[in-house]
C-alpha cells in the first residue's frame, strides 16, 4: 500500500486546483511563443519549445549547423588562418550560435514524469548546464583568432573538432523526416546515406590534406599529394595550386579509399598516411556494417512489403499453389526466410515432425522414396486451409496415378468442396442481402466467385440489385460479376433493379452491357398493367422491354389496357411503340376491347394512335387485316373405297366464311349436303 503525508495530499490539490488555468496558459502560450510566468513559477519571459517563432529560429540554426559542420573539417585540414571573406561569415555564424546558446535558457521542456511543460528558469538552466551548455559554447568561440594570438599553435586547431557537435542537429533533422508519414520514408533514408557517406569522404579529404602539410618542407616530397604525378602535371609545388584544385584531389582519394577499388596513381607514402588510411578503411567498414543492420531495424510491415517484393514471385511458381488468390499469396512471402544447405545435406526424412514449407528457390532437390499415407496427409491438410484450400488440393491431385483409392479420395474431397462453395455462395448473398460491404469484399478478396448462385439461381448481383446497394453493384460489376444471369424464377439483375425502382442501379448495369432479357415477357406485362403499376411499366419500357409482347392469348399489354380502360397505360404504351393492329387468338385489336369497354377517351386515343400509324406505316393495316392465313380442312367421314382416298387440304383464309365455304367445297368436290364445324366444336354453316 503507498504511504502519503499529508503535506503531499495537500500539494496534489493544490495542483488540481491550478490544472484549469494551467491548460488555458499553455493554449496560449502554443500559440504566442513568448509567456510570462504565472504566480507559481518565477518571473520572467519563457518560450514553447512548439511555437512558431522558436521552431522558424531552430531552422535558423539549422542552416548554420550544416554549414558549420561540413566547413570545420575544410577550416582544419585547408586554412591556418581564414581570409577576411571567410572570416566575417565565420564570425556571423559563431554569433548566431552564441545567440541560440542564451535562447536555450528561456525554452522549456515536456517533464516525463509529471508530463506537463516545465516553465522554470531555474529548472531549466539546471537541464541545459548538465547536458550540452558547454560543449554549444567552446563552440561559439573564435578558434581562428585564438590560434593566431597564442602563436600559431598547432595544439590549439584540434580545438576546431568541438564544432562537430552540431552535425547532431542534422541527424535528429532525419530521424524527424523519417518518423514523418507525409514524406516518403525510403528517399529519406537513400538522402541520409548519402549524406553520411558524403560527410565520411569530406572529412578525410581534409584529414588526407593536412596530414600532407604537417609535415616540414623539405619532406612534403614524400606525402601522397608531393609525390603524386598525373600525366606531365606534377603536385610537388602543391601548395601554390588554387584551393578547389586541392581539395577535389583530396577528395578522389579519400573515395577511390573508402571503395576500396584501388589507389592508381594515388597512394599512402609515408607511415602516418598508411595508419590514417588502414584507420579509415576500418571505419569504414564499420559503418557499412553498421548501415546493413539498420537495414533491418525497420517496421514490421515495411520488412513485409519486402520479402513479398522478394519472394512473391517464387511463391507463384509453385504448382501446389496455382489458382490461389493474391492475399494467399502476399501472407505466404510476408512469413519466409532464406535458407542455404549443402549440396549432399538431408533437409527431410520419414517420419520426422514437420512445422516449415520449403520452397525450392535455387539449386536442384531430390527425393528419395515416396509415402502411400495420401489420404491422412490431403484429410490433414484440408482441416487447416483456408478459402484457398480447394485449390492446394486439386493441385495435390494431379498428375497421380488413377486408382480406387484415389477416386474415392477425389470424390470426398470434391463433396468437400462442393459443400464449402455452397456455404460460400450463401455467406456471400447474406452480404449482399443485408449490405455489408466490408464482409462482402473480404469474402471476394479471399477468392468467392461472384457468378455462383444459391438455390434459386440468384447471384449476388441480383440481391444487390434489388436492394439499391448501389457501392456494392458497382464493385460487383467490377469484380466481373455476369450481368445478364438469370435466376430460377427467369430475372436478371436489371429486372431486380427495376422492379424495386432503383433507377441508379439500373443505370449502372446498363453501362456494364445488361440486357432486359425477361422471359414470357408477355405475360409479365400484363401482369403489370392488371396491376396498373405504371412505375414499373414506364421503367420496363425506358430499358428496352417489348410492347407488342403477346401472353398464352396472343394478347398484348394494349389489349388488357383497352379492355379495362387505362387511358394513361394505354398512352405509355403507345408512346413505346405499342401497335394498335394487333390481334390476338380470337382476331381482336385493342380498338376493340376499347370499343366494346366504351371508354371514349381511349377510343379516341387509339383511334388518333391508328390514324399516326397508319400514316407512318402505310403497309401495317394491310399486314394486320389483310394478311393471308393457313388452315386445314379435313373431311369428316372416309371416302368410297372405290374412288382413289383423299386428303384434307390446306386453304387460304378468305376475308368471311362463304368464300371459305365455297373453296372447301371446290377444293374437296364436296356434293350434296355438308357442314363444316371449327375447332371448338361449333358448327358454322349447313
Not at 455452397?422 to 460491404?437: H, I, P, Q
Not at 403497309?619 to 379435313?634: A, I, Y
Request: charged share 25%.
Amino acid at each position: 500500500m503507498d504511504i502519503t503525508s499529508r503535506e503531499e495530499i495537500e500539494e496534489k490539490e493544490a495542483e488540481d486546483s491550478t490544472s484549469n488555468k494551467l491548460s488555458v496558459s499553455s493554449c496560449w502560450e502554443r500559440s504566442v511563443g513568448f509567456v510570462t510566468a504565472s504566480h507559481a513559477h518565477p518571473q520572467g519571459l519563457f518560450i514553447h519549445p512548439h511555437s512558431w517563432g522558436y521552431v522558424l529560429w531552430t531552422q535558423f540554426i539549422l542552416i548554420w549547423a550544416v554549414y558549420s559542420s561540413f566547413f570545420t573539417p575544410l577550416e582544419f585540414g585547408f586554412f591556418r588562418g581564414l581570409p577576411q571573406n571567410l572570416f566575417l561569415l565565420d564570425i556571423a555564424g559563431q554569433m548566431a550560435f552564441l545567440i541560440d546558446v542564451v535562447v536555450r535558457f528561456f525554452v522549456g521542456f515536456w517533464d516525463s514524469h509529471s508530463h506537463r511543460m516545465v516553465f522554470n528558469h531555474n529548472l531549466i538552466a539546471i537541464r541545459y548546464l548538465k547536458s550540452g551548455f558547454l560543449v554549444d559554447f567552446l563552440g561559439c568561440l573564435p578558434w581562428d583568432v585564438i590560434y593566431q594570438a597564442s602563436g600559431r599553435k598547432e595544439a590549439v586547431r584540434y580545438l576546431l573538432w568541438i564544432r562537430l557537435s552540431r552535425a547532431v542537429r542534422v541527424t535528429e533533422l532525419f530521424e524527424k523526416l523519417e518518423k514523418d508519414i507525409r514524406v516518403n520514408y525510403l528517399f529519406t533514408r537513400i538522402i541520409k546515406l548519402f549524406v553520411v557517406e558524403l560527410y565520411c569522404t569530406h572529412t578525410a579529404a581534409c584529414i588526407f590534406y593536412y596530414l600532407a602539410t604537417t609535415l616540414p618542407p623539405s619532406q612534403e616530397g614524400y606525402t601522397w599529394i608531393g609525390s603524386l604525378k598525373m600525366g606531365d602535371y606534377n603536385y610537388s609545388q602543391f601548395r601554390e595550386i588554387d584551393l578547389w584544385t586541392r581539395y577535389i584531389t583530396s577528395l578522389y582519394f579519400a573515395i577511390v579509399t573508402m571503395a576500396t577499388v584501388g589507389y592508381g596513381d594515388v597512394h599512402a607514402v609515408n607511415n602516418r598516411e598508411m595508419v590514417f588510411i588502414m584507420i579509415y578503411v576500418s571505419l569504414d567498414m564499420i559503418l557499412g556494417a553498421y548501415l546493413l543492420e539498420r537495414n533491418w531495424d525497420i517496421p514490421i510491415s515495411f520488412r513485409a512489403k519486402i520479402s513479398q517484393k522478394l519472394y512473391e514471385p517464387y511463391i507463384r511458381e509453385v504448382p501446389i499453389f496455382k489458382g490461389c488468390s493474391s492475399g494467399f499469396f502476399k501472407q505466404i512471402a510476408s512469413k519466409v526466410h532464406e535458407e542455404t544447405f549443402l549440396p549432399g545435406e538431408v533437409i527431410v526424412e520419414q517420419g520426422d515432425f514437420m512445422d516449415q514449407f520449403y520452397i525450392v528457390c535455387h539449386g536442384k532437390l531430390e527425393e528419395l522414396g515416396s509415402t502411400e499415407e495420401l489420404e491422412e496427409a490431403v484429410d490433414c491438410l484440408l482441416n487447416h486451409t483456408s478459402l484457398d484450400g480447394r485449390f492446394i488440393i486439386n493441385n495435390l491431385l494431379e498428375g497421380k496415378t488413377t486408382n480406387l483409392q484415389n477416386k474415392i479420395l477425389e470424390s470426398d474431397i470434391v463433396l468437400h468442396i462442393g459443400q464449402h462453395e455452397s456455404e460460400l455462395t450463401m455467406k456471400l448473398n447474406c452480404a449482399a442481402y443485408y449490405g455489408d460491404f466490408h464482409r462482402l469484399k473480404r469474402l471476394v478478396a479471399a477468392g468467392a466467385d461472384t457468378s455462383k448462385t444459391d438455390y434459386n439461381g440468384r447471384s449476388p448481383l441480383h440481391l444487390a440489385a434489388s436492394k439499391g446497394y448501389e457501392d456494392m453493384v458497382q464493385f460487383l460489376l467490377q469484380k466481373k460479376a455476369e450481368v445478364n444471369i438469370i435466376d430460377k424464377y427467369g430475372k436478371t439483375p436489371l429486372h431486380e433493379a427495376i422492379k424495386n425502382g432503383h433507377d441508379l442501379v439500373a443505370s449502372l448495369l446498363v453501362e456494364s452491357g445488361a440486357s432486359l432479357d425477361i422471359v414470357d415477357a408477355g405475360n409479365c406485362l400484363c401482369m403489370a398493367v392488371a396491376r396498373e403499376d405504371l412505375d414499373y411499366l414506364r421503367r420496363v419500357m425506358d430499358n428496352g422491354a417489348n410492347p407488342n409482347s403477346k401472353n398464352y392469348d396472343l394478347r398484348t399489354p394494349l389489349h388488357l389496357a383497352s379492355s379495362k380502360g387505362l387511358c394513361a397505360i394505354a398512352q405509355l404504351l403507345l408512346e413505346a411503340g405499342a401497335s394498335v393492329f394487333s390481334r390476338d387468338r380470337w382476331g381482336n385489336t385493342p380498338l376493340h376491347e376499347a370499343r366494346i369497354g366504351g371508354n371514349k377517351n381511349l377510343i379516341q386515343l387509339l383511334e388518333n394512335a391508328k390514324h399516326d400509324q397508319l400514316t407512318k406505316f402505310p403497309n401495317c393495316s394491310m399486314d394486320c387485316q389483310d394478311r393471308h392465313r393457313k388452315c386445314t380442312v379435313f373431311p369428316f367421314q372416309s371416302w368410297d373405297h372405290k374412288e382413289e382416298r383423299r386428303l384434307g387440304v390446306v386453304l387460304w383464309i378468305p376475308q368471311n366464311i362463304e368464300e371459305l365455304i365455297e373453296m372447301a367445297k371446290k377444293e374437296l368436290n364436296v356434293r350434296g349436303a355438308f357442314c363444316i364445324i371449327t375447332e371448338d366444336g361449333e358448327k358454322e354453316h349447313t
